[in-house]
């Protein structure tokens, strides 16, 4: 538990920080020679991190392009920098995507290309009673903040299932808390069971003795769905279109080096956590968490427009419906031709 406090206060202090960064940048304008990037300190961010961290980004964009990064704990944290044009490009779920592309003016902000597939789990209480959805009701249910990836899929999955959460009138108390928070509950047992992304799944199994009920990815076609994805401000891309396909360039790369080392990847990510948040996790969490998840440049297409609609039937896309056309960013062959030469 010690461990955990001292990452979530490490977290902390860097959304403090990054939040300050936005007032503190918001008036800057993208003609500097930089691409100033997001992501999260968790391991479906594998891509971001070791990018960072093994220089495969600025090796790719070189030394006239100087990289920026922020690390935040949550999707609407990201999408809000977005907004006031702090930062170029984030790795959020499908959920801060969506919403993003929906709010940003003229739909502004759209998806680049996939990050992870999969990496989220049900896992449940080892005091708590719960062996399938018929024993939901009155139990105490956490997932991470309304409207992110979790809590869309733990909601879509008890209407499946004729159960609502308490608030809606139904039986089943939905928390909606921080995965530290999730952390703490789940010591205490003051909650029977949680929806969270690795890898905090594997932490509650592992060290907290919880029962993985089952894998999200049972629930999707094909056993895939986009959990990490890669967007960005089309202003920035439109005006830097040899930075970010020099960037595509090294997010495939980087990817492909992940899957190859995954081993190397584990110590990348735990060296990152210790020199940011002042802690590591366990070898065998992060290896666990790490073969959990499908690290993949494919955005999973089929997997957003399916969030979509789970997200709109529980009324997070607003009351006029929503329109999801162009939420992919291609770029156009022959002006990309004409960026690079």
Do not use: C
């Amino acid at each position: 538990m010690k461990i955990r406090s001292v990452i979530f206060v490490g977290i902390a202090g860097i959304v403090v920080f990054s939040v300050l960064g936005i007032f503190l940048n918001s008036s800057e304008t993208t003609s500097d020679p930089k691409l100033r990037i997001a992501y999260f300190p968790n391991i479906g961010h594998a891509i971001p991190i070791v990018g960072m961290e093994n220089g495969f980004f600025q090796n790719s964009l070189g030394d006239q392009i100087k990289i920026e990064t922020r690390v935040f704990d949550s999707g609407p944290q990201a999408i809000e920098s977005l907004f006031a044009n702090s930062i170029d490009i984030a790795y959020v779920g499908p959920g801060p995507a969506i919403n993003g592309f929906l709010n940003s003016q003229n739909n502004n902000v759209k998806i680049l290309a996939g990050a992870a597939s999969g990496g989220a789990s049900f896992i449940v209480h080892p005091d708590s009673e719960i062996n399938s959805a018929s024993d939901f009701s009155g139990k105490k249910i956490a997932a991470p903040q309304i409207g992110n990836t979790q809590d869309v899929s733990l909601r879509n999955y008890l209407s499946e299932n004729n159960l609502r959460p308490a608030e809606k009138g139904g039986s089943v108390i939905v928390y909606n808390i921080s995965n530290p928070d999730i952390y703490t509950l789940f010591v205490k047992g003051d909650i029977d069971g949680a929806w969270v992304a690795e890898p905090w799944a594997t932490i509650l199994e592992s060290e907290l003795d919880g029962k993985r009920l089952f894998y999200e990815e049972e629930l999707w076609p094909e056993n895939e769905f986009a959990s990490v994805l890669l967007i960005g401000n089309v202003n920035y891309i439109e005006k830097n279109k040899k930075v970010i396909q020099n960037f595509l360039s090294a997010h495939h790369e980087t990817m492909i080096w992940i899957n190859d080392n995954p081993k190397d990847t584990r110590i990348v990510f735990n060296n990152f956590l210790d020199s940011h948040l002042g802690q590591s996790l366990s070898d065998d969490v992060v290896d666990i968490a790490l073969s959990n998840l499908k690290i993949t440049d494919d955005p999973k297409s089929d997997s957003i427009f399916s969030f979509a609609e789970k997200a709109d039937t529980l009324g997070y896309l607003g009351r006029n419906g929503y329109d999801l056309s162009g939420i992919f960013y291609y770029f156009d062959t022959n002006s990309l031709e004409d960026a690079v030469t």
